[in-house]
């Protein structure tokens, strides 16, 4: 319970990964912690994550797999920092292929593990509270629904717009524009596309590795068709650029590669050599194993060729168009899924306000912000946490410095 007395040294508004682990830290070192949370639970959106595997960071790290208005320059490498702190709480953790996981594959694991830290540290811990203003006199006041909590230090871990029903407001963005901060544009990124292409009734469903281009992004993995759009962890890592084209709208196609492992030539040649091999064959036989069957089938139509013709029937500008229809076929997005569906906010408050060697706030002294709440946004693959995880260790250093003094 809180004592209506008490001047916290910190509050955090929002107990998702970024809030938790800043409150570690610093209810380690013996600071007075207040974390207020919307959810009646902490940590709610850590459940979600990695398909409830919690996917929380990456052996591949730096900048160059995040996006923001501002340089990134100081962004490093701790993933292995993070790891650290997890097995310091329980969390024993297996790398498939550099991405991070619980060694038990349960998200859950994270999420009590944190929470079972933030109860034996003695953090107090307001959950069901609505955060609604931050005010600033000798001391912070933060006003909730139900509550109101004065500290020495405020941080904002109040995250994005992304996945409302797992909590989530426009507390951070308000509360900085507040304080004459600037506010991004924001997008959903890490989320599907739409379109009504008329190919995706015979697509969805069909999961096939391919390249994905929108405008000069290209991301290659798994795409899936469905049949009101694609997604897929390509799409998603293009989303981001989807979602702001959306806001000015000014879309454009999305192009997929079906034969990521070979160039245009190659793919020619290929083409070439397997219908003079087999003159009599079908376009459709002496394709196959090119790319998915479905896909095949569509890239053939696509060309203006039925799929039984004889290949000896066929031209150079069918070769071509072929070739063109594997390397370069064409999807008209309509848009992305929106934020809801989205894993991760595009924009945010805008780290030209923010020190960032500090992560406080350049117009308000002891006021700082975590988190996907800030301009940054990771691809997928454990960045966004690991960025969470950054931030909030950044923000703790200096607040323990500061303590310390
Ligand atoms: C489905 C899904 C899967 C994901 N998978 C991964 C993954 O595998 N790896 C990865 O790195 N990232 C993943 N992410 C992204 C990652 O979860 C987030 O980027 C990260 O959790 C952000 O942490 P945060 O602490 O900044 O914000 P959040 O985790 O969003 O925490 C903010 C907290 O603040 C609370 N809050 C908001 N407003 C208020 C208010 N007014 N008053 C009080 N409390 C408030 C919210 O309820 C929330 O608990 C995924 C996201 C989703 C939705």
Redesign the pocket.
């Known amino acids: 319970m809180k004592d209506e007395e008490k001047i916290y040294d910190i509050c955090i508004?929002?107990?998702?990964?970024?809030?938790l682990v800043l409150a570690i830290k610093l209810a380690r070192a013996g600071l007075l912690v207040c974390l207020?949370?919307?959810?009646r639970v902490v940590g709610?959106?850590?459940l979600?994550?990695?398909n409830g595997r919690?996917?929380?960071t990456n052996s591949r790290m730096g900048k160059d797999y995040y996006y923001s208005e501002s340089s990134l320059d100081f962004i490093g490498d701790t993933h292995e920092s993070l790891r650290t702190f997890l097995r310091e709480i329980g969390v024993i953790d297996k790398a498939l292929d550099g991405y991070y996981y619980p060694f038990t594959n349960q998200a859950k694991t994270v999420r009590d593990s944190l929470e079972a830290e933030i109860n034996s540290l003695g953090v107090t811990v307001l959950l069901d509270?609505?955060?609604t203003d931050i005010s600033k006199g000798d001391v912070f006041t933060v006003t909730t629904n139900r509550d109101s909590i004065k500290s020495k230090y405020v941080c904002v871990?109040?995250?994005?717009l992304?996945?409302a029903t797992?909590?989530?407001?426009k507390?951070g963005y308000k509360m900085a524009q507040k304080y004459k901060m600037h506010v991004t544009k924001l997008a959903p990124s890490l989320v599907g596309v739409l379109s009504k292409d008329i190919c995706l009734k015979e697509l969805a469903g069909v999961r096939a590795i391919g390249n994905v281009t929108y405008r000069d992004h290209s991301c290659e993995g798994e795409i899936q068709f469905n049949k009101d759009g694609v997604s897929g962890y390509p799409v998603m890592c293009i989303s981001r650029f989807i979602g702001f084209d959306e806001l000015d709208k000014r879309l454009s196609d999305i192009k997929l590669d079906f034969t990521p492992y070979m160039s245009e030539e190659e793919l020619t040649s290929e083409i070439r050599d397997r219908f003079s091999s087999n003159p009599r064959a079908t376009v459709e036989s002496a394709l196959l194993g090119l790319c998915n069957e479905k896909i095949l089938s569509i890239v053939i139509s696509y060309s203006r060729i039925y799929g039984d013709t004889a290949v000896d029937k066929l031209d150079d500008e069918d070769i071509a168009n072929l070739v063109y229809n594997f390397k370069y076929f064409s999807i008209n997005v309509t848009g992305t899924k929106g934020f809801d569906s989205s894993?991760?906010t595009a924009g945010g408050v805008s780290l030209q306000d923010i020190d960032t060697n500090t992560m406080e706030s350049k117009t308000c002294k002891d006021l700082f912000f975590t988190?996907?709440?800030l301009d940054v946004d990771g691809i997928c693959g454990?960045?966004?946490?690991?960025w969470?995880y950054t931030s909030a260790d950044i923000a703790a250093n200096e607040i323990l410095k500061r303590y310390k003094n």
């Open positions: 508004v929002g107990a998702g990964f970024s809030g207020v949370e919307l959810n709610r959106r850590i979600s994550t990695g919690c996917n929380f509270n609505r955060v871990a109040s995250g994005g992304s996945a797992l909590g989530s407001s507390i894993q991760v988190g996907e709440v454990g960045y966004n946490l690991t969470a």
